[in-house]
């Protein structure tokens, strides 16, 4: 891939749709990585580059999402350690395992976030309790998606907001705002990994990067305008495009 004036200024503007659509829906990759490999990068190397630039949308999310997370210090802490534990052992899982067979699984695994986001209201044991936070379970539920973020990360968010929203009895806003950051450690996590150990292609993460960063700072101020039942119905519905679009191209 050669990196023009004109990819970069591609490159830009998917970073900013890309970083607003992580943080409102969960979705980043819905609009990033199609474009890195309709750009030309082989799969793995736009999955890595990809991951590196996500990075600077939690970093944008955090900025923009100071109201939200005011008060869940400690929260961010927990949830932290086990995003970030999670992120690196799925980023060696990357580097050291074949990535066929999990691409075959990952939209069964969207799929069900998906429907478990759209439903989770209606069903009694699901509904978020006030000791939620507490639940081995619901650590190792995060600490799982975390693992598939740092793997792959496609519609990990759509994941991680599912899991947060059974475990913590708290607004659609907040909610969203910790799964930013803490879905931002997990690919914090990776990146040091890919950085390091895989094939990064920087010309096309610089500029990536920096359209997520903006993007990333804009989207939670339109979350906070938006009305938590479509948003969670619009997420989910995404959430299960995604994982059909990705099904057609992993069975074909």
């Not at 607003?20 to 979705?27: F, Q």
């Not at 040091?192 to 700072?217: E, K, N, Q």
């Given at each position: 891939?050669t990196v023009?004036?004109?990819?970069?200024?591609?490159?830009?503007?998917?970073?900013?749709l890309?970083g607003?659509?992580?943080?409102?829906?969960?979705?980043a990759?819905?609009?990033?990585?199609?474009?890195?490999?309709?750009?030309?990068?082989?799969?793995?190397?736009?999955?890595?580059?990809?991951?590196?630039?996500?990075?600077?949308?939690?970093?944008?999310?955090?900025?923009?999402?100071?109201?939200?997370?005011?008060?869940?210090?400690l929260?961010?802490?927990?949830?932290?350690?086990?995003?970030?534990?999670?992120?690196?052992?799925?980023?060696?899982?990357?580097?050291?395992?074949?990535?066929?067979?999990?691409?075959?699984?990952?939209?069964?695994l969207?799929?069900?976030?998906?429907?478990?986001?759209?439903?989770?209201?209606?069903?009694?044991?699901?509904?978020?309790?006030?000791?939620?936070?507490?639940?081995?379970?619901?650590?190792?539920?995060?600490?799982?998606?975390?693992?598939y973020?740092?793997?792959?990360?496609?519609?990990?968010?759509?994941m991680?907001?599912?899991?947060?929203?059974?475990?913590l009895?708290?607004?659609?806003?907040r909610?969203?705002?910790v799964?930013?950051?803490?879905?931002g450690?997990?690919?914090?996590?990776?990146?040091?990994?890919?950085?390091?150990?895989?094939?990064?292609?920087?010309?096309?993460?610089?500029?990536?990067?920096?359209?997520?960063?903006?993007?990333?700072?804009?989207g939670?101020a339109?979350v906070?305008?938006?009305?938590?039942?479509?948003?969670?119905?619009?997420?989910g519905?995404?959430?299960?495009?995604?994982?059909?679009?990705?099904?057609?191209?992993?069975?074909?």
């Open positions: 891939m023009t004036v004109t990819v970069v200024f591609e490159l830009l503007g998917a970073g900013v890309a607003v659509a992580s943080t409102v829906a969960s979705l990759s819905v609009v990033s990585y199609p474009v890195l490999l309709a750009l030309g990068l082989p799969p793995v190397s736009a999955n890595v580059t990809n991951t590196v630039a996500l990075v600077f949308t939690g970093a944008g999310a955090a900025a923009g999402s100071r109201r939200e997370l005011a008060g869940q210090g929260r961010l802490r927990r949830l932290g350690l086990v995003t970030v534990l999670g992120g690196t052992a799925g980023a060696a899982l990357l580097l050291l395992t074949p990535a066929a067979a999990f691409q075959e699984v990952a939209p069964v969207i799929g069900a976030a998906s429907v478990l986001l759209i439903v989770q209201p209606m069903i009694t044991g699901l509904t978020a309790r006030p000791d939620g936070e507490r639940s081995r379970l619901m650590h190792a539920a995060v600490f799982a998606v975390a693992v973020v740092g793997y792959f990360g496609a519609a990990g968010g759509v991680m907001l599912a899991v947060l929203t059974a475990m009895d708290q607004p659609l806003a909610i969203n705002a799964k930013n950051v803490v879905s450690l997990a690919n914090a996590a990776a990146a040091v990994g890919f950085a390091i150990f895989g094939p990064v292609r920087w010309a096309a993460a610089a500029p990536l990067a920096a359209g997520f960063l903006l993007g990333g700072w804009i939670p339109l906070r305008r938006l009305p938590a039942r479509p948003l969670r119905v619009a997420i519905l995404g959430g299960l495009i995604l994982a059909i679009t990705l099904g057609i191209r992993a069975y074909r």
